[in-house]
Every structure is written in structure tokens, then in C-alpha cells.
């Protein structure tokens, strides 16, 4: 009977032990698993980073790096007008002019009499400032031929160009409403007459 009693005792302890052999195994399968897969894991997120950077890499080299040269240069400060360098040309007489101040901004319309060819004279802001002073306020500038003759001694000769005789006929009214402004319009006919007119030269 003890013998027997033993041997039980003898095969519950062998298959106890065995049992916990199984668990352990299988506890030690589970964990060299659940290891495996997370270096599986951190290898393909090492692989991942590794791409990104390899194509970070190639997108920078091919990228090309702009040379100083291909920048564009600043633009130029535009140099402001100089009241007087500007020169006006009166395309149909085939003239320039260039003026100066009162005058700066002499402007003309064109007129065709017979043979003549006349810039009827007058300025932009004088016109803006008093509207009666139209073109002719400040005088003509006519384009006869040499053997043509002014019909009038208040026609006075600037010059002799290209088989022309170009003559400045001043205003017989001053476009004035008040004595100021009959003065400001005097003073601008005299600019155009002695300072403007002798600059007189051609385009041709």
C-alpha cells in the first residue's frame, strides 16, 4: 500500500512538473515572439526613417541652388525730370523746342494754312489755371518757305532749317482776366520769345 501511495505521489510530482515545463516553454515561445515582433517593428521604422531621409537627400541635391548672378538686381531708382531737359517736339514743322521755366510745360496744337505750318503755342498748367488761355495764348511758330514771306512785322525769324524759315508770331490779346494774371501770361510770352524759341532745332 505505501509503495503504491508513493508511486501516485512520485507521478503527480513528474506530471506537475512537467506541466509547469509546458507553461514555461510556452510562456518563453510567447515572449521570444512578442520580442521578435518588436524588432520587427523597430527595424521597419528604422527602414522607414532611413528612406525618408535617403529621399529628403535626393530631393536637396536636385534642387538647383540659384547663383547670385540669376537673383534679379534691384530696379533702378527712376531719375526725376528736370524741368527744362525735356525737349517738345513739334513733329509736323519737323522742330524741337526745349523749355524751361515758366514755360516748362509748353504744349501746342497744329494747324495747316495753305503753305504754312503753324504750332499754335500755350501750357499745360496756364491752360489748368486759366481756361481761356487755349493754345495761341502764348504765340505761334510758323514753318514758311524761304521764299514766303510774313505778312506781319510782328513776325520775328528764330532760324533757318532744312529749306525753312520758322518765325515766332506772339499774341495780339493777353488771355488774362485780372492784372495779376495779365501779368503772369506776359511774363510767360517773354519766356517763350527770348529764352524758349532760340533753342529751336530740327528733328529731321
Do not use: H
Not at 510556452?26 to 515582433?37: M, V
Not at 504744349?107 to 489755371?129: C, D, E, H, P, R
Amino acid at each position: 500500500m505505501w509503495q503504491r501511495g508513493s508511486a501516485q505521489v512520485l507521478l503527480i510530482v513528474v506530471a506537475a512538473v512537467l506541466g509547469l515545463g509546458l507553461a514555461a516553454s510556452a510562456y518563453l515561445n510567447y515572449y521570444q515572439y512578442q520580442q521578435a515582433g518588436q524588432s520587427k517593428q523597430l527595424l521597419q521604422g528604422q527602414i522607414t526613417d532611413l528612406r525618408y531621409q535617403l529621399n529628403q537627400s535626393a530631393a536637396a541635391a536636385s534642387t538647383p541652388i540659384p547663383s547670385p548672378s540669376a537673383n534679379p538686381s534691384a530696379a533702378p531708382t527712376p531719375t526725376p525730370a528736370v524741368l527744362g531737359s525735356q525737349s517738345v517736339s513739334f513733329t509736323e514743322l519737323g522742330t524741337s523746342v526745349t523749355p524751361s521755366a515758366p514755360v516748362a510745360d509748353l504744349t501746342y496744337s497744329y494747324q495747316k494754312i495753305g503753305v504754312l505750318a503753324v504750332a499754335n503755342l500755350t501750357g499745360k498748367s496756364l491752360m489748368a489755371k486759366y481756361p481761356t488761355c487755349r493754345p495761341g495764348a502764348l504765340g505761334m511758330l510758323v514753318r514758311r518757305p524761304l521764299n514766303s514771306k510774313p505778312s506781319t512785322s510782328a513776325s520775328q525769324l528764330v532760324k533757318s532749317l532744312g529749306g525753312f524759315n520758322y518765325y515766332y508770331v506772339p499774341p495780339t490779346s493777353n488771355c488774362g482776366s485780372t492784372t495779376a494774371s495779365r501779368t503772369e501770361i506776359k511774363n510767360d510770352i517773354s519766356a517763350v520769345q527770348n529764352v524758349i524759341m532760340p533753342t529751336l532745332a530740327s528733328i529731321n
